[in-house]
């Protein structure tokens, strides 16, 4: 009955699209009324400008697809005139003086588009600057020392917006001297341009009073020292003070320095005890500077929901919830504690095959580096020492396996963009129980298989470098981002070979198990260009590579390290571990799929678009597949001719956009089946409604 079911929601999903636009259609309901269908600008000569930094300052923006606007956006002559000077006036802001906008408008069935024909106007060059300052002052020796860092130089082109930032990065620069009180509103510039044709001479000055102030209200600029330094935060709240202090870097009697607040409201807010972190500063006197640090707590513990559930054609289905616990402030010093529950449960309609999977784990992240006080470190950023312990009990129709597993490491960040995982100690202990005497029969065919599947005892070291563009929790502007991972086991073990035991196999052991050698990483690079009204609308690319290999002690990769494709954030085709390796079929000994290899290649393309309320629709498209690297079968293994043997898939999905949570469900159609018989991989139509020919995925968040 499920499977009959799945049948219908594409159907289902089409009639829900064409619901959502004859609902729009009734909402054209002004017969006399015309509406704006698209803009566009186009420059009438080369110019360094770009399309995007003009659009934003369009008065009047159409609402997206046209099948899903509800509310259509009335035309508006006075929009497109108000649109054209707010162009004028950016233009002018970026330099580009006397520039001329001609709106063309053009109308088809009552809809209008709008061409902004646009021809930049006279730039002027720098050919000289000068400065202004305050004769005989700290502050005149103090700027001429910056004057290498100034960001405007001769030969660049007159440009407000450039001045202003420039105003701003001096003006930064001065209170990291001790001058708390200056700010852009002390800068001003004049530029004379009939020095010359098309250049013009700047002169900078840097005033003892403000762009609202005469000159009579001039007042030199003093250097000033902290004064008083205090702490406040709710009496609710139980806090080790020590911590507070010891991640404070704005100390009574020292210079004040404006890269000492932010680097103590880093710190502070990286605890993540507080919601808010305000540091506030007040004159004391003429060169002293109180400091008022005010924290707002934030919630402390909860509880968080993750859930996934996938089911294909062929009637396997598949539940994956997550229940944790968490505590910002454990030990009273910001230590976080987290608690998580997990299952995975398999069932297949119509048959007694199943798999149970019970997780859980508890990790203890402590908010300094163990072993080191913090005075050893300077900057924004403050490593913390996890200490994570997990146990995972699996059942399937082949055997029972219980992982044990822990870690001691440290994370952190590099200025705004980098961030780290280094774990010098990682500890896994595999035991295998109840093997099926016919899974153990197909191993035993299998050698590559067999080491895969066997009690062993892993000790290594691994980490995770990770880089954003953007370190938004949900970027709102087009990001990228390359994630590295790096996994090493059995090295340090190696070099004590000599003196451990070996079982009938020759391999080594340790607490009476062989313990794994390997080397693994995982590479992925992705990037989400943003585009559209209100950047509402999303293209989002990802490419991972990951490769590992056994070596020394070990035959093979470990199961549990090996790769897999499919599933919900994935090749969403397929159900997860169902792809691969290369064109092998299925393996017939495992009831639910147990696909993996030892390098995996994917790569994932995903629209994402704007339905109605809270809905968001997506179309996706995937390859990959994953390979082994030796193999007993010539059908598994990675070659020159890998291209032949990739995935591919398509699909659509409909998201809810909560906020706080997006919630997913996905339908993905296989395209090519490396598992099909030669000359019968590629899948139509016909194929995706058959057995095994699609697959559905909810989930929670994005897919990447």
Same mark, same amino acid.
């Given at each position: ?72 956006? $009335? ?24 520039? &001329? ?35 005989? &002052? ?222 859980? *784990? ?17 900057? *924004?950023?403050?490593?913390?020492? $996890? ?64 080491? *895969? ?198 699909? &659509? ?52």
């Amino acid at each position: 009955m499920a499977r009959h079911l799945f049948k219908y929601v594409p159907a289902l999903c089409a009639a829900a699209l064409l619901a959502a636009s004859c609902g729009a259609a009734r909402h054209l309901e002004n017969e006399d009324a015309t509406y704006l269908s698209k803009n566009e600008v186009k420059f009438t000569e080369r110019t360094p400008l770009k399309v995007s930094q003009i659009t934003p300052y369009l008065k009047q923006q159409p609402s997206g697809l046209k099948i899903f606007q509800k509310n259509r956006v $009335e035309f508006s002559q006075e929009l497109v005139d108000a649109s054209v000077q707010s162009i004028k006036d950016h233009l002018e802001y970026l330099g580009y003086y006397n520039s &001329t906008v001609e709106p063309f408008i053009s109308e088809k069935n009552k809809w209008k588009k709008v061409v902004y024909y646009i021809t930049p106007g006279t730039r002027y060059q720098i050919k000289e600057i000068r400065f202004k300052l305050p004769q005989g &002052t700290s502050l005149e020796a103090d700027f001429l020392d910056d004057v290498d860092n100034i960001s405007v130089k001769v030969g660049d082109y007159l440009s407000e917006a450039d001045l202003e930032v420039e105003s701003a990065r001096s003006a930064s620069y001065l209170r990291t001297k001790g001058y708390y009180s200056i700010n852009t509103n002390y800068y001003s510039f004049e530029a004379d341009t009939l020095s010359g044709p098309d250049s013009t001479i700047l002169e900078m000055r840097v005033n003892e009073y403000t762009r609202n102030q005469s000159p009579s209200a001039a007042k030199p600029h003093e250097i000033y020292t902290i004064g008083e330094v205090t702490f406040s935060y709710p009496e609710g709240l139980n806090f080790d003070n020590r911590i507070l202090k010891s991640l404070n870097t704005i100390k009574p009697g020292d210079i004040y320095d404006e890269t000492e607040v932010n680097k103590t409201y880093s710190r502070l807010s990286a605890l993540k005890v507080f919601s808010g972190v305000g540091i506030e500063l007040s004159d004391a006197d003429s060169s002293r500077v109180n400091c008022a640090i005010n924290l707002t707590p934030s919630k402390l513990q909860g509880f968080k929901v993750n859930w996934e559930t996938s089911f294909n054609s062929s009637g396997l289905l598949g539940i994956s919830p997550q229940l944790s616990y968490y505590n910002r402030n454990i030990f009273k010093g910001g230590e976080w504690l987290n608690l998580s529950f997990m299952g995975n449960f398999q069932r297949k309609f119509k048959s007694k095959i199943k798999s149970d999977e019970f997780g859980v *784990s508890a990790s203890l992240s402590l908010p300094r580096f163990l072993g080191l006080p913090y005075e050893r470190f300077k900057g *924004s950023n403050i490593p913390r020492t $996890e200490i994570n312990a997990s146990f995972n009990y699996q059942s399937r129709p082949e055997y029972t396996r219980y992982i044990f597993s822990s870690s001691y490491g440290y994370t952190g960040s590099f200025g705004r963009y980098f961030s780290y995982q280094f774990y010098p100690m990682q500890l896994n202990l595999v035991r295998l129980r109840n093997m099926d005497e016919d899974f153990i029969y197909n191993l035993i065919q299998n050698p590559f298989m067999w080491y *895969s599947y066997q009690d062993h005892f892993d000790a290594g070291l691994g980490g995770v470098l990770y880089y954003t563009s953007d370190n938004a929790l949900v970027p709102k502007t087009s990001y990228h981002y390359v994630r590295l991972s790096l996994d090493s086991s059995g090295n340090l073990l190696s070099l004590f070979k000599g003196a451990m035991k070996s079982d009938e196999y020759g391999e080594k052991l340790i607490f009476g198990l062989p313990f794994s050698q390997y080397v693994r990483s995982e590479l992925s690079v992705g990037k989400t260009w943003r585009f559209g009204h209100e950047k509402n609308q999303a293209l989002a690319a990802r490419l991972l590579v990951g490769a590992g290999l056994a070596y020394g002690n070990s035959s093979s990769l470990p199961f549990e390290k090996q790769f897999y494709s499919g599933g919900a954030n994935s090749l969403r085709g397929w159900r997860s571990r169902s792809v691969g390796p290369g064109v092998a079929e299925p393996i017939s000994y495992f009831s639910i799929p147990s696909q993996t290899g030892d390098f995996k290649l994917e790569a994932n393309l995903e629209y994402r678009f704007p339905m109605f309320w809270k809905l968001e629709g997506a179309l996706f498209a995937e390859t990959g597949n994953v390979w082994a690297w030796k193999s007993d079968d010539e059908k598994e293994i990675f070659n020159s001719d890998f291209y032949r043997t990739l995935a591919a898939d398509w699909g &659509t999905g409909v998201r809810v956009d909560l906020s706080f949570i997006v919630l997913r469900l996905d339908v993905g159609f296989k395209l090519h089946d490396p598992a099909r018989a030669e000359g019968h991989r590629w899948v139509g139509p016909d194929g995706w409604f058959s057995r095994g020919g699609s697959a559905l995925h909810f989930g929670v968040g994005y897919p990447f």
